[in-house]
């Protein structure tokens, strides 16, 4: 037997087909690899997060689609899936596109292949551009270790709640954000983790204005604050710095300001607690005895 196979092994039932996650550039297309190109031209359906980009892409690369083409996206998802998965059990090659980077990645994509495990139907990737990836990269932050937190919510007390989950996360973590609500992400982000934290701001990736600006929160949020930002975001952020737990008594101002944005007493202290390394119930005993 080969050690060193240069296709990933068939599962399922023998007559099934396959899905793909192919990754698409995510600005500059030349970064699209020769099995992308090969693929969208031979493949029996391509499952598009949106149809147009699909054509802007293959229309740059030169090549036509022979297959069938399907708009898969967040709206239709639930209810293509199940179709999809029907079409690979009678034996078609489906390769899954987004707009850019890898499918399931924060884009639609999880629903097919949770479904095609399910199902015993084999799935495979082409892997390629990754935002996630790139950004983590240029940001000359830590990357060891990471993770990805995808956009946090747009309202104000939903995301002061996630980025409390997050205020002890020793882990560069990366996240997505819209342009126009970059400045109230960078202004929550320095409220909850402080102005020095380090961050790189990361826009328009591979394209021809890319722009990478790195610094403490406080000189970026300033910069934000004065700026016309545009095009693709992508903010990393430095994780927590190891801190002494202290007393609960220490802690209790902590509680009290999530408290005053809305987050419920015990959520409050259970981040708070996690974060600094206290006994939740000693702090939730010392917030008590304050009031």
């Known amino acids: 037997m080969d050690p060193h196979p240069s296709t990933p092994p068939e599962s399922g039932p023998a007559a099934a087909g396959r899905i793909i996650l192919a990754a698409t550039p995510i600005g500059n297309t030349g970064d699209a690899s020769a099995r992308l190109v090969e693929l969208l031209a031979t493949a029996d ?16 690369l030169g090549i036509t689609v022979a297959g069938r083409i399907i708009s898969y996206h967040e709206h239709n998802e639930a209810a293509k899936t199940s179709e999809l998965l029907d079409q690979v059990r009678t034996g078609s090659t489906l390769v899954m596109v987004t707009d850019a980077g890898m499918p399931s990645v924060s884009d639609p994509g999880f629903r097919l292949v949770e479904g095609a495990v399910a199902a015993g139907l084999t799935v495979t990737a082409v892997p390629g551009p990754s935002a996630v990836l790139t950004a983590l990269a240029l940001s000359g932050l830590p990357t060891d270790r990471f993770c990805f937190e995808g956009f946090l919510p747009r309202k104000a007390g939903e995301r002061a709640a996630r980025l409390a989950e ?23 982000l320095k409220e909850r983790f402080g ?9 328009e990736l591979t394209k021809t204005y890319e722009e990478v600006l790195r610094g403490p929160l406080g000189e970026l949020l300033q910069w934000a604050e004065n700026s016309d930002v545009r095009g693709e975001i992508a903010v990393v952020v430095a994780g927590a710095p190891e801190q002494a737990a202290g007393t609960p008594e220490d802690h209790v101002a902590a509680v009290n300001d999530l408290v005053a944005q809305g987050i419920r007493l015990k959520e409050a202290v259970a981040a708070v607690a996690e974060d600094v390394r206290v006994s939740k119930r000693e702090l939730y005993s010392a917030v008590l005895a304050a009031r």
């Open 45 to 60: 359906i391509v499952a598009a997060e949106d149809t147009r980009r699909l054509h802007r892409l293959v229309q740059s």
């Open 166 to 188: 997050l205020a002890g996360e020793r882990r560069t973590m990366v996240f997505f954000e819209a342009p126009h609500r970059l400045e109230a992400m960078l202004r929550a």
């Open 195 to 203: 102005a020095d934290r380090r961050v790189a701001v990361c826009r």
